[in-house]
């Protein structure tokens, strides 16, 4: 019999089939992008209760069908899936109320009656959650619990899976992705906070970036006065990529891997080392305005300010949770990195440009410890009251970022830096004048220590599977279209199509490539306003014939 470990990240799903006799990884497949329309969480949640939560329901769950079809087995030998996410993810996929992740004031939960919605641990039956006669009537699927209200299993797997939970010196561990869960501890105190990044520190968001797997720049690094990118080869391993010229992309030396793209961790390495070798003089400024790493592969002024904005708000997180915690900077000893962009960035370019506090004394990095920790429930490794009771005692101290004076003030700050130049001086003069401690200078090099170097270290015998066609559209009637296709030439991911069908105008949108409610350029396009994106529904591209 079979095991699922399966981890719904915001930029797209992990799956492991587990043996659960040997207890043995046998294979592991992943998806390039998340199927819900959109870039990041809130754009999955706009989505949901815009369009409907049904239809986000069925696009996520006929995902998760495709990622089991590339396992070849009878999907009644799974015997156990232990589901692991963010409250956002969870909630879509158990098909439950998410107003209130939307609407954080109390006053609007109470007037909607959505107040003190309950995401502990659950356990379903298949039928119940993938319909009848899906193969997995019987499976027990486990949604392992949620801390807090934007703080999700993810996050407790992120303490759990790291010395974190144990540690009695001062630590923050932070699980970096669109939506950055951090915890600090403090003795036996936990505080936690969530700092919504964005999409460009998975990759996503960036003229040529793409999300961490095969084909992805994951670093680069200086080699007799040229730079040499580092690509992510087949198995997620570091492959030697080109020795190139940034400035005039001029390929010294061909890599034995060639780039399709760049990852998170690529653009923060190459923004620390533009600024480190001098390329950078002023932010987000390059000199030709644009820095090559490959042929067609290159990042512009505008995605330096984008992931600026993303560097900036983890750490306005970071230096939030200690000043509000009473922890003097320079007490900070450790710093847990997990998550993709945690595995693959290097550490000390990171640290350079603020991804990490620079004053920490040891930087630990981790991988996907959300999909371990759903490994280690479906093998019993933990039992599930141990799960419960650790996320009942983090559900303390908890800052919503938001509504916070000094994560507000900080941002300002690092919004300066990142897109308008201001110098690190300035900076820190603008902290004191908010009241707030200014950053020290620091002349230690912290030791760094990398448990692991791919993000999913095991990816079983059978290795690892990439699914790429997720077969899922969402559909509109389009009343009064000219079929100008005006739509289909303004979508920056070529996401829409015009489809004339019995005698109607429908538009149908590629799910998991439309970038949903944050774009809406399509409508925009339109003379004459035949779409708005909410009457649409899901629907299986192989269903499209007898629509």
């Given amino acids: 019999m079979y095991g699922i470990a399966l981890d719904l990240g915001t930029s797209g799903f992990r799956l492991q089939l587990l043996d659960l006799k040997t207890k043995g990884i046998i294979k592991t497949v992943m998806t390039m992008r998340h199927p819900l329309p959109g870039g990041n969480v809130i754009d999955h949640l706009g989505f949901a209760i815009q369009v409907g939560q049904d239809s986000a329901n069925e696009i996520m769950t006929h995902t998760i069908h495709k990622m089991l079809d590339e396992l070849h087995i009878p999907l009644s030998m799974i015997e156990k899936m232990a589901v692991c996410g963010n409250p956002i993810q969870l909630s879509l996929f158990q098909n439950i109320e998410i107003r209130d992740l939307a609407y954080a004031g109390k006053n609007m939960q109470r007037r909607l009656g959505i107040e003190n919605v309950k995401r502990g641990l659950m356990i379903y039956k298949g039928s119940e959650m993938f319909g009848k006669d899906s193969g997995l009537d019987e499976c027990e699927i486990i949604v392992l619990p949620s801390i807090e209200h934007e703080i999700g299993a993810d996050a407790l797997a992120m303490m759990v899976k790291t010395d974190f939970i144990n540690q009695d010196d001062i630590a923050i561990v932070t699980d970096y992705g669109t939506n950055a869960e951090m915890a600090l501890k403090v003795g036996d105190r936990i505080v936690t906070c969530s700092a919504a990044a964005g999409p460009s520190i998975e990759g996503q968001g960036i003229k040529c970036g793409m999300l961490a797997s095969p084909g992805a720049v994951s670093d680069v690094n200086e080699e007799d006065g040229f730079w040499r990118v580092t690509v992510l080869d087949e198995n997620m391993g570091p492959g030697k990529g080109d020795l190139i010229d940034p400035v005039t992309g001029i ?39 644009k820095l090559v790493l490959g042929e067609g592969i290159f990042l512009t002024d505008e995605d330096i300010a984008e992931a600026g904005k993303a560097i900036g708000a983890i750490r306005a997180a970071h230096l939030t949770l200690l000043i509000e ?34 004053f920490s004394k040891e930087i630990v990095q981790f991988g996907n410890t959300s999909l371990e920790l759903a490994r280690d429930v479906v093998l019993g490794n933990y039992k599930l009251q141990e799960i419960v009771d650790l996320a009942d005692r983090i559900k303390a101290d908890h800052i919503m970022l938001a509504s916070n004076e000094t994560f507000k003030n900080i941002y300002a ?24 401690p200014r950053l020290p200078d620091v002349t230690h090099v912290p030791t760094i220590e990398q448990r692991v170097n791919k993000d999913i270290e095991d990816t079983g015998y059978q290795g690892l599977a990439i699914l790429k066609d997720f077969d899922m559209l969402i559909e509109e009637e389009s009343n009064g279209c000219m079929q100008c296709l005006m739509c289909e030439r303004e979508c920056p991911e070529k996401a829409i199509h015009v489809v004339p069908k019995n005698g109607h105008i429908y538009v149908d949108y590629t799910a998991h490539l439309c970038l949903g409610m944050s774009c809406k350029r399509c409508i925009g396009a339109c003379p004459v306003k035949a779409i708005n994106y909410r009457q649409i529904r899901a629907v299986s591209a192989g269903d499209l014939s007898v629509v």
């Fill in 251 to 289: 390929i010294i030396e061909k890599g034995e891997v060639q780039p399709r793209g760049i990852t998170g961790t690529g653009v923060i390495s190459a923004i620390s080392l533009a600024i480190s070798t001098g390329l950078i003089k002023k932010l987000p400024e390059l000199p030709t305005g």
């Fill in 325 to 358: 915690s009473g922890v003097k900077y320079e007490d900070l000893k450790y710093m847990y990195m997990s998550g993709a962009s945690g595995t693959y960035v290097d550490a000390a370019k990171g640290r350079t440009i603020g991804l990490s506090p620079i």
């Fill in 413 to 436: 700050c690092e919004l300066s830096y990142w897109t308008e130049g201001m110098q690190a001086e300035m900076y820190n003069d603008f902290l004191e004048a908010y009241g707030l």
